[in-house]
């Protein structure tokens, strides 16, 4: 029964919106193709050439727009380290399913190659992706995109490595789809056996904030993600309980997690994927503890400016604060920098794309006996207006404490015959922590 | 299909690995004679008895051949194998041939009958790969074959298969369109019938099948009713993030009943949560669709309510890289024009906080929404805000933040002091860019309060010296002229204004022009000779159109003073921020198009993608769309401005028409995009005319020079005239130019082109040599790149005067060398697509044109009319020999040459089509 609306149009015109992967291409930061792929009709290489053309105008390459119109097709793009993977589209598309797409084969990519992808890594293992991207999309629909399907069907490359040593020449195909294909439990392969079973939890949390001027937290969030470690045999059911269930209500869950049981009791109830996943992750916003103050402070006079930074510890009792890194950007202009810490080292680094100087203070960890001071001075040529306030990025690593204070209250394994070793991590470090002056 | 390829990665691998140790002991192993031998091995294995040796030697084909090598030679053998009871081989021979399939079709339809009879296997696997197999040879032949597989496959027991023939459908629709539409194959009610099954794989696929036949048919083939709907709704919590996408959409394109829109939206929300992009965004379609039709005020806040923190949820960095935060913000931008209080408490407002290593696009887009969600309430904390990034050192960044503040000011009439305060100190840290961005702000502050902040003229009067860019430059003399009566010294400071007066671009000419009228009408005493002087420059030296109208139509309007304070001084329409908002019913479609290109450039879908959809990569031609949704929101907000500032804005774009400026009588006009030039390569006619390729709007980054050129023989010597006109402000005096390879291996040696000062014209003849790279991309244009203080401009020009190169005069003329030279010779073959004529005595006349010389013509069969021509004729000192065959009304091409065959017989095709 078609309706009158309040405000809106009577009738609206109904423009279809493909949800098609057509084609990919991945290049490395000169405009090389490493890997071309084309599932619906064949894109041709020039848009590879579009895509440099706009590249060029921009500074700095991370400022290219994702999504870029030219005449003959839309340009969208993901840029993660020295490589871009790039989708050329000629119809209306949902930006945000290429792109995620783009997301999964990079996820997909670190977890069998490593955190660290780069042209060389693609380059290293071009088959190996040609044949993930086989199965990842078919025909321009993404098709199996879970890892740990993934990985039942094509095998990383170490482990392949390993294989070879042992058993050179043993036939290591399987003979059946996996397991969990259709299954309503996707995630876990069946089969699973250790000599020793064991589950760990890391909680795991990471401030991200900027400090004004004036000591003031004017934004601050924390990232607070549940990390699970599972080595555990057969297909084992865990309930895990933690201690202010408040704070992680608007979790995004994990998929084993059954949602329901969730809401109504607050309890993480769930069947594990084998391996490291993480099974929720949360976000508390507004104001929390820190544990670690920094007060910077510059002051120009003529060309020159006087800087004065001195950090420490704001934990009431004594926790290890490590990996300790101040960075503070200065303008391009600067021509020469005389500062000195009581603690730890100092260096200038020109940033890649040119565009600032930037300071680096390095602190193994905080002393437990001084507050580390940076001081100096910093040149500009004459004549140069500075009135430039940076904002310094800090670094930070706390283990056995987090800001919220969550904790694991409970954890149960049921369905299984044996008792696994059980354990609990917490570590706190500064994600994106701005300290502005 | 999956359990074919599972086995083969540890073979790949293994493959792999071998390979690049190899490479790095430096021997290139594939171009080896090992190869061969290997290839021949292979063979031998592919014909034994034993399962497991022809399995092993399957394996090592398919990994060749995803490493690139090719190996049809052995399609025969691999396919003899396809018939085994051997499970695993069969995977691995289907798995060759479908990736073997993509390239020759033909082949691979030899076995069809086998894939027949697969697809009645006992083995679901089997039965799915041999219709995924079936679906991958595309070409009209397999249809008849595939067809009743399809069918069956549709109705198929096993989930598996269902679904895998739900995504086939959509690969025959690619082969043959009918028969998937036609009412009496049933293929639609089929996949239908899928969506109530149940099983969540099997819905989605069918869905997205559906989805894509539609818009592919432009027919709603989905056809949605509400126990559909209902189905959809049940399954969408089990699918998987991809599955969600299609159903979740399917649902957005229904027209739902109240009733049904709010249960939907219920069961619509979790999704909002999703970590998956996508899924969310899809969601918010849904929402913003269905939203509309609910009257219930709670239904319609707990919704809203709910929305909020999943969008604040897209902005975060640690779950989103930047790219999904950019396309989330475009279409934030629009859900907050429609529901302008959902995000501008302070909590939300912090979110929209930029940080120092954003991306620009993501820091500008954030900009753009506090601009939006800026209120009296948080203004304080928004300008505190924008103070700061306007401190940092990007100076693009700086420029958007200045504007920021200034269209805050305009926005909030009760917190405009406070913005301009903010801007005042700004302006008097003396930054350059800062100070040239805070007046042309100040100018529209001034339009919009005018007589209200007059006391702050002294501060900008203090930076003059340091303005050096024209509307910074025009701005400050509008607000000298409109402020003249209460500026003392005001005829001073215009006076050293019309000092340069010629030396200034059309912009600033106008503004002084104007400025100096309205202090003649305020201080008639003082600036009696300064009008007359300007005036005077304006209709007599200067030979800017615009300008000398205008100066006769002010001279002629003086004549009568009272009047003219009447028309100059009178008041000006009023300006808002407004202006950036989107109208109400182009952001209805918008809002129905959440997640989509249309949301993300702020253009109706009609106006982004020609006729809502195109299919293939060759349609589109929609150049004049292509401002990018910058531009698009200060074009807006010029069209709101008053008649006189309109007169200002528009006369100088009119006068920058490429064609009539550089004393061409219409020479072809060539947009500056690429494609464009491509779009009409090598066909136009050898023109006499320079073609424009660089025009002077070319947009922010490099606008002020047009360049139009001309290939031309100089003393027998290929060169390139330039015809450049300076319509920036500044001489031009350095230049760099260089050609990209290119087809024929041009290259521009030497580039040493006068000063252009602002204004003129310069004709330069650049020679040209034939010692640069070849390319074998780009045929018929040759791409350049031109450095000025401009900046770097790139553009094709296109190459289409044949004769240039050929040349006749070193033809070879004796028969018998061009016999002994096309023995020689490797042949290059080319059949001409679509000819204008395939007579012989066009054939010659057409290539005679291009500069060959005709050397025989014989008549092989005259029954068939199967005959053909010789011609001979030269590119650079190399010999190059032509024929072209003529067989039943087709013609082909033959050419040899050393290096140029390639370049020659696209000419020779070029020159016929």
């Given at each position: 029964?078609?309706?009158?609306?309040?405000g809106?149009?009577?009738?609206?015109?109904?423009?279809?919106?493909?949800?098609?992967?057509?084609?990919?291409?991945?290049?490395?930061?000169?405009?090389?193709?490493?890997?071309?792929?084309?599932?619906?009709?064949?894109?041709?290489?020039?848009?590879v050439?579009?895509?440099?053309?706009?590249q060029?105008?921009?500074?700095?390459?991370?400022?290219?727009?994702?999504?870029?119109?030219?005449?003959?097709?839309?340009l969208?793009?993901?840029?993660?380290?020295?490589?871009?993977?790039?989708?050329?589209?000629?119809?209306?598309?949902?930006?945000?399913?290429?792109?995620?797409?783009h997301?999964?084969?990079?996820?997909?990519?670190?977890?069998?190659f490593?955190?660290?992808?780069?042209?060389?890594?693609?380059?290293?293992h071009?088959?190996?992706?040609?044949?993930?991207?086989?199965?990842?999309?078919?025909?321009?629909?993404?098709?199996?995109t879970?890892i740990?399907?993934?990985?039942?069907?094509?095998?990383?490359?170490?482990?392949?490595?390993?294989?070879?040593?042992?058993?050179?020449?043993?036939?290591?195909?399987?003979?059946?789809?996996?397991?969990?294909?259709?299954?309503?439990?996707?995630?876990?392969?069946?089969?699973?056996?250790?000599?020793?079973?064991?589950?760990?939890?890391?909680?795991?949390?990471?401030?991200n904030?900027?400090?004004?001027?004036?000591?003031?937290?004017?934004?601050?969030?924390?990232?607070?993600?549940i990390?699970?470690?599972?080595?555990?045999?057969?297909?084992?059911d865990?309930?895990?309980?933690?201690?202010?269930?408040?704070?992680?209500?608007?979790?995004?869950?994990?998929?084993?997690?059954?949602?329901?049981?969730?809401?109504?009791d607050?309890?993480?109830?769930?069947?594990?994927?084998?391996?490291?996943?993480?099974?929720?992750?949360?976000?508390?916003?507004?104001?929390?503890?820190?544990?670690?103050?920094v007060?910077?402070?510059?002051?120009?006079?003529?060309?020159?400016?006087?800087?004065?930074?001195?950090?420490?510890?704001?934990?009431?009792?004594?926790?290890?604060?490590?990996?300790?890194?101040?960075?503070?950007?200065?303008?391009?202009?600067?021509l020469s920098?005389?500062?000195?810490?009581?603690?730890?080292?100092?260096?200038?680094?020109?940033?890649?794309?040119?565009?600032?100087?930037?300071?680096?203070?390095?602190?193994?960890?905080?002393?437990?006996?001084?507050?580390?001071?940076?001081?100096?001075?910093?040149?500009?040529?004459?004549?140069?207006?500075?009135?430039?306030?940076?904002?310094?990025?800090?670094?930070?690593?706390?283990k056995?404490?987090?800001?919220?204070?969550?904790?694991?209250?409970?954890?149960?394994?049921?369905?299984v015959?044996?008792?696994?070793?059980r354990?609990?991590?917490?570590?706190?470090?500064?994600?994106?922590?701005?300290?502005?002056? | 299909?999956?359990?074919?390829?599972?086995?083969?990665?540890?073979?790949?691998?293994?493959?792999?690995?071998?390979?690049?140790?190899?490479?790095?002991?430096?021997?290139?192993?594939?171009?080896?004679?090992?190869?061969?031998?290997?290839?021949?091995?292979?063979?031998?294995?592919?014909?034994?008895q034993?399962?497991?040796?022809?399995?092993?030697?399957?394996?090592?084909?398919?990994?060749?051949?995803?490493?690139?090598?090719?190996?049809?030679?052995?399609?025969?053998?691999?396919?003899?194998?396809?018939?085994?009871?051997?499970?695993?081989l069969?995977?691995?021979?289907?798995?060759?041939?479908?990736?073997?399939?993509?390239?020759?079709?033909?082949?691979?339809?030899?076995?069809?009958?086998?894939?027949?009879?697969?697809?009645?296997?006992?083995?679901?696997?089997?039965?799915?790969?041999?219709?995924?197999?079936?679906?991958?040879?595309?070409?009209?032949?397999?249809t008849?074959?595939?067809?009743?597989?399809?069918?069956?496959?549709?109705?198929?027991?096993?989930?598996?298969?269902?679904?895998?023939?739900?995504?086939?459908?959509?690969?025959?629709?690619?082969?043959?369109?009918?028969?998937?539409?036609?009412?009496?194959?049933?293929?639609?009610?089929?996949?239908?019938?899928?969506?109530?099954?149940?099983?969540?794989?099997?819905?989605?696929?069918?869905?997205?099948?559906?989805?894509?036949?539609?818009?592919?048919?432009?027919?709603?083939?989905?056809?949605?009713?509400?126990?559909?709907?209902?189905?959809?709704?049940?399954?969408?919590?089990?699918?998987?993030?991809?599955?969600?996408?299609?159903?979740?959409?399917?649902?957005?394109?229904?027209?739902?009943?109240?009733?049904?829109?709010?249960?939907?939206?219920?069961?619509?929300?979790?999704?909002?949560?999703h970590?998956?992009?996508?899924?969310?965004?899809?969601?918010?379609?849904?929402?913003?669709?269905?939203?509309?039709?609910?009257?219930?005020?709670?239904?319609?806040?707990?919704?809203?309510?709910?929305?909020?923190?999943?969008?604040?949820?897209?902005?975060?960095?640690?779950?989103?890289?930047?790219?999904?935060?950019?396309?989330?913000?475009?279409?934030?931008?629009?859900?907050?024009?429609?529901?302008?209080?959902?995000?501008?408490?302070?909590?939300?407002?912090?979110?929209?906080?930029c940080?120092?290593n954003?991306?620009?696009?993501?820091?500008?887009?954030?900009?753009?929404?506090?601009?939006?969600?800026?209120?009296?309430?948080?203004?304080?904390?928004?300008?505190?805000?924008?103070?700061?990034?306007?401190?940092?050192?990007?100076?693009?960044?700086?420029?958007?933040?200045?504007?920021?503040?200034?269209?805050?000011?305009?926005?909030?009439?009760?917190?405009?002091?406070?913005?301009?305060?903010?801007?005042?100190?700004?302006?008097?840290?003396?930054?350059n860019?800062?100070?040239?961005?805070?007046?042309?702000?100040?100018?529209?502050?001034?339009?919009k309060?005018?007589?209200?902040?007059?006391?702050?003229?002294?501060?900008?009067?203090?930076?003059?010296?340091?303005l050096?860019?024209?509307?910074?430059k025009?701005?400050?003399?509008?607000?000298i002229?409109?402020?003249?009566?209460?500026?003392?010294?005001?005829?001073?400071?215009?006076?050293?204004?019309?000092?340069?007066?010629?030396?200034?671009?059309?912009?600033?000419?106008?503004?002084?022009?104007?400025?100096?009228?309205?202090?003649?009408?305020?201080?008639?005493?003082?600036?009696?000779?300064?009008?007359?002087?300007?005036?005077?420059?304006?209709?007599?030296?200067v030979?800017?159109?615009?300008?000398?109208?205008?100066?006769?139509v002010?001279?002629?309007?003086?004549?009568?003073?009272?009047?003219?304070?009447?028309?100059?001084?009178?008041?000006?329409?009023?300006?808002?921020?407004?202006?950036?908002?989107?109208?109400?019913k182009?952001?209805?479609?918008?809002?129905?198009?959440?997640?989509?290109?249309?949301?993300?450039?702020?253009k109706?879908?009609?106006?982004?993608?020609?006729?809502?959809?195109?299919?293939?990569?060759?349609?589109?031609d929609?150049?004049?769309d292509?401002?990018?949704?910058?531009?698009?929101?200060?074009?807006?907000?010029?069209?709101?401005?008053?008649?006189?500032?309109?007169?200002?804005?528009?006369?100088?774009?009119?006068?920058?028409?490429?064609?009539?400026?550089?004393?061409?009588?219409?020479?072809?006009?060539?947009?500056?995009?690429?494609?464009?030039?491509?779009?009409?390569?090598?066909?136009?006619?050898?023109?006499?005319?320079?073609?424009?390729?660089?025009?002077?709007?070319?947009?922010?980054?490099?606008?002020?020079?047009?360049?139009?050129?001309?290939?031309?023989?100089r003393?027998?010597?290929?060169?390139?005239?330039?015809?450049?006109?300076?319509?920036?402000?500044?001489?031009?005096?350095?230049?760099?130019?260089?050609?990209?390879?290119?087809?024929?291996?041009?290259?521009?040696?030497?580039?040493?082109?006068?000063?252009?000062?602002?204004?003129?014209?310069?004709?330069?003849?650049?020679?040209?040599?034939?010692?640069?790279?070849?390319?074998?991309?780009?045929?018929?244009?040759?791409?350049?790149?031109?450095?000025?203080?401009?900046?770097?401009?790139?553009?094709?020009?296109?190459?289409?005067?044949?004769?240039?190169?050929?040349?006749?005069?070193?033809?070879?003329?004796?028969?018998?060398?061009?016999?002994?030279?096309?023995?020689?010779?490797?042949?290059?073959?080319?059949?001409?697509?679509?000819?204008?004529?395939?007579?012989?005595?066009?054939?010659?006349?057409?290539?005679?044109?291009?500069?060959?010389?005709k050397?025989?013509?014989?008549?092989?069969?005259?029954?068939t009319?199967?005959?053909?021509?010789?011609?001979?004729?030269?590119?650079?000192?190399?010999?190059?020999?032509?024929?072209?065959?003529?067989?039943?009304?087709?013609?082909?091409?033959?050419?040899?040459?050393?290096?140029?065959?390639?370049?020659?017989?696209?000419?020779?095709?070029?020159?016929?089509?």
């Amino acid at each position: 029964r078609p309706r009158q609306t309040g405000g809106g149009t009577p009738t609206r015109p109904r423009h279809p919106c493909a949800k098609m992967f057509p084609n990919l291409f991945i290049i490395n930061s000169t405009g090389e193709v490493l890997i071309e792929k084309h599932w619906e009709g064949k894109a041709p290489r020039k848009v590879v050439e579009t895509f440099m053309e706009q590249q060029v105008k921009k500074e700095r390459k991370i400022d290219v727009t994702p999504v870029i119109e030219t005449p003959k097709c839309f340009l969208v793009h993901s840029r993660r380290g020295d490589i871009v993977l790039l989708t050329a589209i000629n119809k209306e598309t949902a930006p945000l399913f290429v792109l995620e797409i783009h997301n999964k084969i990079m996820q997909v990519m670190y977890h069998y190659f490593g955190p660290s992808v780069s042209s060389r890594t693609v380059r290293d293992h071009f088959s190996l992706i040609y044949h993930l991207l086989d199965e990842m999309v078919d025909g321009g629909f993404p098709f199996t995109t879970d890892i740990n399907q993934l990985q039942a069907m094509i095998q990383p490359p170490t482990i392949v490595n390993k294989m070879m040593e042992t058993f050179a020449n043993s036939d290591s195909v399987k003979k059946a789809l996996p397991e969990g294909m259709l299954t309503k439990i996707p995630w876990r392969r069946t089969g699973v056996k250790y000599h020793s079973n064991e589950i760990c939890f890391d909680l795991l949390e990471e401030i991200n904030c900027i400090i004004e001027r004036n000591s003031n937290l004017s934004v601050c969030e924390i990232k607070g993600s549940i990390v699970c470690t599972c080595r555990l045999s057969g297909m084992p059911d865990i309930t895990l309980t933690v201690t202010h269930p408040s704070l992680i209500q608007d979790a995004v869950l994990h998929r084993c997690v059954r949602i329901n049981r969730f809401r109504r009791d607050r309890v993480i109830s769930f069947v594990p994927p084998d391996g490291r996943f993480t099974l929720l992750t949360y976000f508390l916003r507004g104001p929390a503890q820190l544990p670690i103050f920094v007060r910077p402070s510059i002051t120009y006079t003529d060309g020159s400016g006087n800087v004065s930074i001195s950090i420490g510890s704001k934990m009431r009792e004594y926790k290890a604060i490590e990996d300790i890194k101040v960075v503070i950007p200065f303008p391009k202009e600067m021509l020469s920098s005389n500062l000195t810490a009581n603690s730890g080292s100092v260096s200038t680094v020109e940033t890649a794309t040119g565009h600032h100087r930037e300071v680096h203070w390095n602190l193994p960890r905080i002393p437990q006996n001084k507050s580390p001071t940076l001081e100096g001075s910093v040149l500009f040529p004459p004549g140069f207006k500075a009135d430039y306030r940076p904002t310094l990025v800090v670094h930070f690593n706390v283990k056995m404490w987090n800001t919220s204070g969550l904790q694991v209250d409970g954890l149960n394994v049921t369905d299984v015959k044996y008792k696994p070793f059980r354990g609990v991590r917490t570590a706190t470090r500064a994600g994106r922590f701005h300290v502005r002056c | 299909p999956r359990s074919s390829t599972m086995e083969i990665p540890a073979v790949l691998a293994q493959d792999e690995a071998s390979m690049t140790s190899r490479r790095k002991k430096g021997g290139e192993y594939f171009k080896t004679s090992n190869q061969r031998g290997e290839i021949n091995e292979l063979k031998k294995n592919l014909k034994e008895q034993k399962t497991e040796v022809r399995k092993d030697a399957v394996k090592k084909v398919i990994a060749f051949m995803t490493c690139g090598t090719d190996v049809s030679p052995l399609f025969n053998d691999v396919v003899q194998s396809i018939g085994t009871s051997d499970l695993e081989l069969k995977k691995l021979v289907y798995l060759y041939i479908i990736n073997y399939a993509r390239k020759q079709p033909d082949a691979a339809l030899k076995v069809v009958s086998q894939f027949r009879k697969d697809a009645q296997n006992s083995d679901p696997l089997i039965r799915a790969l041999a219709i995924r197999t079936m679906g991958c040879i595309r070409i009209p032949k397999i249809t008849q074959h595939l067809v009743p597989a399809l069918k069956q496959a549709l109705k198929d027991k096993d989930d598996y298969v269902k679904k895998t023939a739900a995504i086939c459908t959509v690969k025959l629709y690619d082969i043959n369109k009918e028969v998937v539409v036609d009412s009496k194959e049933d293929f639609i009610t089929r996949l239908r019938a899928l969506i109530s099954e149940g099983n969540p794989m099997v819905v989605f696929n069918a869905v997205a099948a559906l989805t894509e036949i539609g818009m592919k048919s432009g027919k709603d083939v989905f056809a949605m009713d509400s126990n559909m709907l209902r189905a959809l709704a049940a399954t969408l919590s089990e699918c998987n993030e991809w599955g969600q996408v299609y159903l979740l959409d399917a649902l957005a394109a229904y027209e739902p009943s109240e009733k049904e829109a709010t249960s939907i939206m219920q069961r619509v929300t979790p999704q909002l949560k999703h970590k998956n992009a996508a899924v969310a965004m899809s969601a918010i379609k849904v929402i913003m669709k269905y939203l509309p039709l609910v009257e219930s005020k709670t239904t319609r806040k707990v919704t809203l309510d709910a929305m909020r923190p999943p969008l604040i949820t897209l902005l975060n960095h640690s779950i989103h890289p930047p790219e999904i935060q950019y396309v989330a913000l475009r279409n934030m931008n629009l859900i907050i024009q429609r529901f302008p209080d959902m995000l501008t408490g302070f909590q939300y407002l912090k979110e929209f906080f930029c940080e120092y290593n954003d991306p620009i696009y993501v820091k500008i887009e954030k900009l753009e929404i506090m601009v939006r969600l800026a209120a009296n309430s948080n203004i304080d904390l928004i300008l505190t805000e924008f103070k700061s990034y306007a401190k940092e050192a990007d100076t693009e960044f700086v420029r958007k933040a200045v504007r920021a503040i200034g269209r805050c000011a305009i926005k909030l009439p009760e917190k405009a002091q406070k913005c301009v305060q903010v801007l005042l100190e700004l302006i008097k840290t003396g930054v350059n860019y800062v100070v040239q961005e805070g007046i042309i702000v100040i100018k529209d502050i001034f339009r919009k309060y005018p007589n209200k902040y007059e006391q702050i003229i002294g501060v900008l009067c203090d930076n003059l010296d340091s303005l050096d860019e024209p509307e910074a430059k025009a701005s400050m003399v509008w607000i000298i002229g409109e402020y003249s009566a209460r500026i003392s010294n005001s005829e001073e400071l215009l006076k050293n204004f019309a000092e340069t007066f010629e030396n200034e671009g059309p912009q600033v000419q106008l503004a002084i022009l104007t400025a100096v009228v309205k202090l003649f009408l305020y201080k008639p005493n003082k600036a009696g000779d300064l009008v007359k002087e300007v005036l005077s420059t304006c209709t007599k030296k200067v030979d800017n159109p615009d300008l000398r109208d205008r100066g006769f139509v002010y001279w002629r309007l003086l004549m009568n003073p009272a009047t003219a304070k009447q028309i100059v001084l009178g008041k000006k329409p009023e300006i808002s921020d407004q202006t950036f908002q989107i109208e109400s019913k182009t952001l209805d479609v918008l809002l129905a198009n959440v997640n989509t290109l249309s949301s993300i450039f702020h253009k109706p879908p009609a106006q982004l993608v020609k006729g809502g959809r195109t299919t293939n990569f060759k349609t589109k031609d929609q150049a004049d769309d292509e401002d990018s949704s910058d531009d698009s929101d200060e074009s807006s907000s010029e069209d709101e401005e008053s008649e006189e500032e309109e007169a200002e804005e528009e006369k100088p774009k009119a006068a920058a028409a490429p064609t009539n400026l550089l004393g061409l009588d219409d020479g072809p006009t060539i947009e500056e995009s690429p494609a464009a030039v491509e779009s009409k390569p090598t066909t136009a006619s050898p023109s006499n005319k320079p073609v424009v390729v660089l025009s002077a709007t070319r947009g922010q980054n490099f606008a002020g020079l047009e360049v139009a050129t001309k290939f031309a023989k100089r003393n027998g010597d290929l060169c390139l005239n330039l015809y450049m006109k300076n319509k920036s402000q500044q001489p031009l005096t350095k230049f760099l130019f260089k050609f990209n390879a290119n087809f024929l291996g041009l290259n521009c040696a030497e580039f040493k082109p006068p000063t252009i000062s602002p204004g003129s014209t310069v004709q330069y003849s650049a020679p040209l040599t034939y010692e640069g790279k070849i390319s074998d991309q780009n045929f018929g244009q040759i791409q350049a790149a031109l450095k000025t203080q401009l900046g770097v401009a790139f553009f094709y020009i296109p190459f289409s005067d044949w004769s240039l190169i050929f040349d006749k005069d070193e033809a070879i003329e004796d028969p018998k060398e061009f016999l002994s030279k096309w023995e020689d010779l490797e042949d290059h073959k080319l059949p001409i697509s679509s000819p204008k004529g395939t007579d012989p005595s066009f054939v010659q006349k057409s290539l005679e044109g291009v500069g060959m010389r005709k050397m025989a013509y014989r008549q092989l069969d005259a029954s068939t009319g199967h005959a053909c021509m010789f011609l001979s004729s030269n590119i650079l000192d190399e010999d190059v020999l032509v024929e072209v065959e003529f067989k039943s009304g087709n013609l082909i091409a033959h050419c040899r040459a050393d290096k140029h065959a390639e370049v020659a017989i696209k000419i020779v095709d070029s020159a016929l089509s």
